[in-house]
């Protein structure tokens, strides 16, 4: 039997994805509801992509990272949302063995160099307010692009370690996976041989690699308010709050939806508690544009010297 089992994962070409209702009305609304959002996402991190690119006044480490975080974000949703808008609206659930593959690869991958590019600004606040004299030393262009290749190329081997321990896995329990994307856990459970090692392997990443960048990120804003609070009380002080509470939260939600569905151990996971905790990634692409640059007063003002410019030229065009 255990030989027959294997031999049929072994031609496993496709899966079956779930979806979160069986019902037609009910995924129509998740269609649209997510292709809005999907939407907004892309719009708001676009518009941050193209200001920060196109101003040259922003060609700052802070706007650096930003605008980085802004492309991430953007092609951090675009790996699951608008697949699952597709399969609600054509009731269809298959996906290719190929494309599952790709998914993982590429959820892991975003959301390692996303929580490094998280980090990054957290250093960049920190030396910003509390080694300011030192700041164009440490944080040089060349540091930021160097900071930005490490990322990318240890999150492509980070990616392609726990993507390869997955899929070496004979699946013969089944082919449907309880889950609107492809992801590690929900993976683990349709595997017919022991995933002990797999799931310490995750656990072992997840608390050493995302506990250690968490840590960094505390112990930076540690320092950061320490320091904020010896300024007078003023402007500065509510600026510099304002501008790292958001990030904090942001991380925290990132860190929290990550780690209830990675660290949790395979067997006591709950399905639709999973399926809940999932649509948590999308939170940090929609809400970073608003929380990181909408709320800045430097993003609004080239915002609208950008469509001030537009609209002299759009004038220009119609005389």
Same mark, same amino acid.
């Given at each position: ?43 708001? *991190? ?264 537009? *609209? ?8």
């Amino acid at each position: 039997l255990l030989q027959v089992n294997m031999l049929n994962s072994s031609v496993m070409m496709e899966y079956l994805l779930v979806g979160f209702s069986d019902v037609w009305e009910l995924r129509v609304l998740h269609a649209l509801s997510f292709s809005l959002i999907y939407l907004v996402t892309l719009t708001g *991190n676009f518009l941050i992509v193209i200001v920060t690119t196109v101003n040259k006044s922003l060609h700052s480490p802070m706007y650096f990272f930003l605008r980085n975080l802004s492309f991430l974000d953007a092609c951090y949703i675009s790996v699951t949302v608008p697949n699952s808008c597709v399969n609600s609206l054509l009731d269809s659930s298959v996906i290719s063995k190929a494309g599952c593959v790709t998914q993982v690869f590429l959820v892991v991958f975003f959301a390692y160099v996303e929580m490094l590019f998280l980090t990054f600004m957290a250093h960049d606040r920190y030396v910003a307010i509390c080694q300011p004299l030192h700041y164009p030393v440490i944080m040089n262009p060349q540091v930021c692009v160097h900071m930005t290749l490490a990322s990318i190329l240890s999150g492509l081997v980070y990616s392609g370690f726990h993507t390869g321990i997955t899929f070496r896995l004979p699946f013969c329990q089944s082919n449907v996976i309880h889950q609107f994307f492809c992801d590690i856990p929900s993976l683990l459970k349709l595997s017919c041989s022991d995933t002990f090692s797999n799931e310490v392997i995750i656990l072992a990443s997840g608390l050493v690699i995302g506990g250690g960048y968490f840590i960094f990120i505390i112990r930076s804003y540690i320092h950061i308010f320490s320091t904020v609070l010896k300024f007078p009380i003023g402007a500065g002080r509510a600026k510099a709050f304002s501008t790292c509470i958001p990030h904090i939260l942001v991380v925290l939600v990132f860190l929290v939806s990550s780690f209830s569905l990675y660290l949790r151990p395979s067997a006591i996971s709950a399905t639709n508690q999973d399926m809940v905790l999932s649509v948590f990634y999308s939170i940090p692409p929609l809400f970073n544009p608003v929380i990181y640059s909408l709320r800045n007063e430097q993003i609004k003002h080239a915002i609208r010297k950008i469509n001030g410019v537009y *609209n002299v030229t759009f004038s220009i065009t119609e005389e």
